[in-house]
């Protein structure tokens, strides 16, 4: 069977969304969406514009949010806090995947 | 259709009150759940208590599980006869209990009984009527780091709901094929637009949202977009400099090693590293290691006796200095 290839898009800092594309790749809503930018969980490229741009890479985080939100029946606010966490852990664990990579065998 | 004990997966009794259940769960979300938890095989583990508690939370869906009783886990069984009748009345069910089961999941059956497979995505527009976005798949995807850095294309094997005219999902082999582009990193997330769900009375398909994993290589380590690879140099190499071919992901190239280089020090090849079009590459670093030869002949003995009885040089010179200080 012949089956055409599709192309995987890369969520990064470099590609953007609109607001109602985060919306429907998220599943949030948008009063969820809208609050997770004033706790500062997802932040738009230009805060003031009138239509807000997010890069590709916030789809990452606010499916993330999603799932957060329906999995431990959580509300906004405390999604951002959760999401604040986890970002710091990832920070950290990728300095020490950094530094293991750069430390000799 | 394969039995799935929900109660077991949640380490529930038969009658434990929803409270019980609600605290099990989120106790084992806590430990299980992808996004915060690090334990081996998380996702899966989280993937199933997750459809247990989907389940269990609903009184109706949780009365329909007990109707089909207790069997062994991965036990293939079919509902009773009554069992349509009871809890799909009105549904798309064949209530003469004459459908064939064998492809039908468990989860996709009790979703179905308050029409809960537009799970996520789509999900508030309601009514069987309405037309339902197709749902997002999620896979892991393991690529060689020569993968990563060339780009390549997969194939995926996915087991998918598809809907019969009576609305049974009945789950379906799914091959996709997916370019991934060159560049991408261990732990990046893609999104294959189209290529999740059907959509149904005219909605979109869904996504797939591909987790990239990057196998780990026997030379090379990564960090993002850059590369580190260990090279060994003998003591004179480091000391009186060289020229050694380094492997890269892209073939291997010359590197003037300095003389004088120490243990540790990492040499940089910029651009050597992973890069995506339109971005800046990441670098590619060589670590020395200085090795010892572990066997030596004579005459290289009496060279480094030589050289040791020449040399004025005092590798610990620094602890006296740290001393006197």
Known sequence: MNIDTAEALSLDERSQVSFSQLLVLSGLSDDDLRELVEHGALTPVDPSASSWMFTSYCVVVARKASRLSRDFELDAHAVSILLGFVEKIEALENELHALRAGARR | ?325
Not at chain 2, 17 to 39: F, Q, T
Not at chain 2, 90 to 99: H, I, L, R, Y
């Open chain 2, 1 to 325: 259709m394969k039995y799935k004990d929900y109660y077991k997966i949640l380490g529930v009794a038969r009658d434990a009150s929803a409270d019980d259940i609600k605290k099990a769960y989120r106790k084992l979300a806590r430990k299980y759940h992808p996004d915060v938890s690090k334990e081996a095989n998380a996702e899966e583990r989280f993937k199933e208590m997750a459809e247990a508690y989907e389940t269990l939370k609903d009184p109706e869906k949780r009365a329909a599980f007990d109707h089909l009783g207790s069997h062994a886990a991965g036990q293939e069984f079919r509902p009773p006869p009554d069992w349509g009748q009871q809890y799909a009345s009105g549904s798309p069910f064949d209530q003469t209990g004459q459908s064939a089961f064998d492809d039908i999941d468990l989860a996709d059956l009790l979703a179905g009984l308050t029409g809960g497979r537009s799970r996520g995505r789509g999900a508030r527009q309601g009514g069987r009527e309405a037309p339902i976005p197709g749902p997002d798949y999620e896979a892991m995807v393991r690529i060689t780091l020569e993968q990563a850095f060339h780009g390549t294309e997969i194939e995926l094997d996915l087991s998918v709901p598809e809907y019969d005219d009576r609305g049974l999902a009945h789950r379906v082999p799914h091959r996709v094929k997916v370019r991934v582009p060159k560049g991408v990193t261990d732990g990046q997330k893609l999104r294959v637009p189209g290529k999740g769900g059907k959509g149904m009375k005219g909605a979109p398909a869904g996504d797939l949202y591909l987790d990239i994993q990057v196998q780990t290589h026997a030379l090379f380590r990564t960090s993002g977009q850059d590369l580190y690879v260990d090279l060994p140099l003998a003591p004179w190499e480091a000391v009186l400099g060289t020229s050694v071919e380094l492997p890269t992901p892209a073939g291997a190239v010359a590197l003037k090693v300095p003389a004088g280089t120490r243990a540790g020090q990492q040499l940089r090849l910029a651009g050597r590293g992973l890069s995506r079009p339109g971005e800046k590459p990441g670098n590619l670093f060589a670590i020395v290691v200085i090795v010892v030869p572990t066997v030596v002949d004579e005459a290289e003995r009496a060279l480094f006796r030589q050289l040791s009885e020449t040399s004025k040089f005092d590798p610990r010179a620094h602890f006296t200095q740290g001393a006197a200080a």
